[in-house]
């Protein structure tokens, strides 16, 4: 799928992120449609430009966001590296290999922002973050997997032909 | 043998006849045999009429259902420009309940200078309770000003881009904030929490503090005007040999369902930093 692509994509993904998705949290925690749908991607045999998308969530995200510049960017390129290596060493993937990247990405990405808030000097209890924040936000993230997953795939294989 | 007449005795015999004719049919005497040609013919045209009525009405039915149903499309795509109107007053009621409240807040606060903003987004982490307004640097919005709603305290702007700004709320687990307890105007600092919670530490032990109190900034600090209403304290723990009672604050602002919030534009925050003791200096 073409980087150029990406940008609008990436960007509508990056709106409905803050402006629909971050408005419906379970506790204290929300689904990360960005990740999701990066994984979605990158799981896809046909797609080559996988880091590049990467890249453009990750630095969108972070224009967004308040955490620190690039925090999402280098949780997400790093989730992009764990699905390639599943991709590259398995020949099939199913639904459950996705799910599998997606928990990978959301323990990253929390696990980056708990380490750079509690380096601000924010003492965040551990268990309250994985009460309320991640294990909510796995469950909101595997509820859109899916959707986004067949989405995602039926999408690619329209396209796949002009590639 | 051809007998040949004069033309007017033969238009003279013809005028005879006629007359003798409708004298005789005048007298009745034709009745009888009128009915018997005529009554066919009635039963003829009646089943013709008939038929052609059947016809009319099958096409004129037909014509009806049409401009029945045409109308009835017109009535449905009425009805639902109606019901979007409905639903889109229905939200400029709700926007107009929320907008009357806050200006009663700002008339009720007129030592206050206020910009108006909506809620376009929360932040994409759920790490960090900030909001996303549409208002920013070019209309005249700077960072540390403070942010309310009609019922109190919301947070401040953290960043401010030209035409958007980044509101750091209470509720976030960064920020602290110096307040007053009333009635017993004892100082504490309120500070959120990753849940969302709100607690209220560095109570000192000897103040009277009960659940019920209200909260309001102090000003201490330099970054909060005096005055607003954060809260209520919902639960006070209090132990003998602490330094500091603590105690958990139920907001008055629903961060659930932010909107419309109002930037305090004429308040510049107090930059302590320097004065701060510093490790360094001897």
Redesign the interface.
């Known amino acids: 799928m073409s980087v150029i692509l990406s940008i609008p994509v990436l960007s509508i993904i990056?709106?409905l992120?803050?402006?629909v998705i971050?408005?419906l949290?379970l506790?204290?925690?929300?689904a990360?449609l960005?990740l999701v749908l990066l994984v979605a991607i990158t799981l896809q045999k046909s797609v080559n430009t996988a880091w590049q998308w990467s890249i453009v969530g990750g630095l969108l995200?972070d224009f967004?966001?308040?955490?620190p510049f690039g925090l999402?960017t280098v949780s997400y390129l790093i989730t992009t590296g764990i699905a390639h290596v599943l991709r590259e060493r398995i020949w099939r993937f199913s639904f459950l290999m996705h799910l599998l990247v997606v928990l990978s990405g959301i323990i990253i990405t929390?696990t980056f922002?708990?380490l750079v808030?509690f380096l601000?000097g924010?003492s965040?209890?551990f268990t309250?973050?994985l009460q309320?924040?991640t294990m909510p936000?796995i469950i909101l993230s595997f509820m859109l997997s899916l959707p986004v997953y067949i989405i995602v795939q039926d999408v690619v294989e329209q396209l796949k032909p002009t590639e | 043998m051809n007998i040949r007449f004069p033309k007017s005795l033969r238009i003279l015999a013809i005028s005879l006849a006629a007359i003798g004719i409708l004298a005789l049919a005048l007298s009745g005497v034709f009745t009888s045999i009128s009915r018997l040609v005529v009554s066919p013919l009635t039963s003829i045209q009646t089943w013709v009429s008939q038929q052609y009525q059947g016809v009319e009405n099958f096409i004129s039915a037909s014509q009806d259902i049409r401009e029945i149903r045409q109308h009835n499309t017109e009535l449905e795509a009425e009805n639902a420009r109606m019901q979007a109107q409905i639903v889109e007053l229905q939200q400029q009621l709700i926007e107009y309940e929320i907008l009357s409240a806050l200006l009663e807040f700002a008339r009720a606060n007129p030592e206050h200078k206020y910009i108006g903003a909506s809620v376009i987004g929360r932040d994409p982490s759920p790490f960090l309770n900030y909001i996303i307004i549409n208002r920013g640097s070019d209309d005249g919005l700077k960072r540390g000003m403070p942010v309310v709603t009609q019922n109190g305290l919301a947070g401040r702007i953290v960043q401010v881009t030209a035409s958007g700004a980044r509101v750091s709320l209470i509720t976030d687990p960064v920020i602290r904030i110096n307040v007053r307890i009333e009635p017993s105007r004892s100082t504490a600092v309120l500070s959120g929490s990753i849940t969302g919670d709100i607690t209220l530490e560095q109570i000192p032990q000897q103040a009277e503090v009960n659940p019920g109190n209200l909260i309001l900034t102090s000003g201490l600090g330099g970054n909060y005007p005096q005055n607003i209403i954060v809260g209520q304290i919902t639960s006070v723990r209090y132990l003998e040999n602490a330094l500091f009672q603590s105690a958990s604050v139920q907001p008055v602002t629903d961060f659930d369902d932010l909107a419309i919030v109002l930037v305090i534009t004429n308040f510049d925050p107090v930059d302590i930093a320097p004065l701060l003791p510093n490790a360094d200096t001897p």
């Open positions: 990056t709106i992120q803050s402006a971050s408005r949290p506790v204290s925690g929300t990360d960005m995200t967004f966001s308040g955490l999402f929390h922002s708990y808030l601000q924010n965040l209890q309250s973050v309320a924040v936000s």
